[in-house]
């Protein structure tokens, strides 16, 4: 049961560089977000999809992108990273409905510098 | 949009003793309230949540009460052990539409052998 898969663990980046943060879930979740998770911040929403081929933004979508091509994969892009965007992201998945139980990944810790 | 405000941000217990957690929402229209715990390098868990329908909720040594009139909730640990030392997010969210919740900061709750 691997539930949500987020590579890599870790990553340290230069500032100016892009990556993508990747995030596959094998339940066949129509719903996936992303979160970053920032010491007395709690988790902040970046962006959401509610199935293949829908993305909406979430509280602090700015320098990030996101695309929904398959219902598994829901891939963040960091275009141009800044030292502001370093975080841990979760990724998760829920399958909707009247059972909104959110499944987390375990997260991938990013250093800019 | 809506949001949540969860107190304490931290919380020291001695092992047995109880812990009490607090939140309130804004949106009236949330109708669904999970708890998760986030133990250290993980990504956070459901461990209990209530549905707007339900005053109250109990799962062994946790429970957790709805007040939809105030619009507060709140978790209830009875009888702490250490492995209870984790941190604690609540959240709000709309069955029926986005189901994307809106998290608390957290509350980092250490309990003390």
């Known amino acids: 049961n691997a539930g949500v898969t987020q590579t890599p663990k870790f990553q340290v980046l230069k500032t100016g560089q892009s990556m993508t943060l990747q995030c596959a879930q094998d339940?066949?979740?129509?719903?996936m977000s992303w979160y970053r998770q920032d010491p007395g911040m709690g988790l902040r929403l970046i962006h959401y999809?509610?199935?293949?081929?829908?993305?909406d933004q979430g509280e602090v979508p700015n320098g990030y992108n996101v695309s929904r091509s398959t219902t598994e994969d829901f891939p963040l892009r960091l275009l141009s990273a800044a030292p502001s965007q370093t975080s841990v992201y979760f990724c998760a998945s829920s399958i909707g409905g009247m059972n909104t139980e959110a499944f987390f990944g375990q997260g991938t810790r990013l250093t800019v510098v | 949009g809506e949001n949540v405000e969860q107190h304490p941000s931290t919380l020291s217990v001695q092992e047995g003793d109880s812990a009490v957690i607090k939140c309130t929402y804004s949106?009236?229209?949330?109708?669904?309230f999970p708890w998760y715990k986030q133990e250290l390098g993980k990504g956070p868990q459901l461990i209990i949540d209530?549905?707007?329908?339900?005053g109250e909720k109990k799962d062994q040594r946790i429970a957790v009460t709805l007040n939809k009139t105030a619009k507060h909730f709140s978790l209830h640990i009875t009888e702490t052990q250490p492995e209870d030392s984790a941190v604690y997010f609540c959240a709000a969210s709309i069955s029926g539409g986005s189901y994307i919740p809106t998290f608390g900061r957290g509350t980092s709750l250490i309990v003390h052998p």
């Open positions: 949106d009236s229209a949330s109708n669904y």
């Open positions: 209530i549905r707007s329908n339900v």
């Open positions: 339940m066949n979740h129509e719903y």
């Open positions: 999809s509610v199935g293949a081929g829908i993305t």
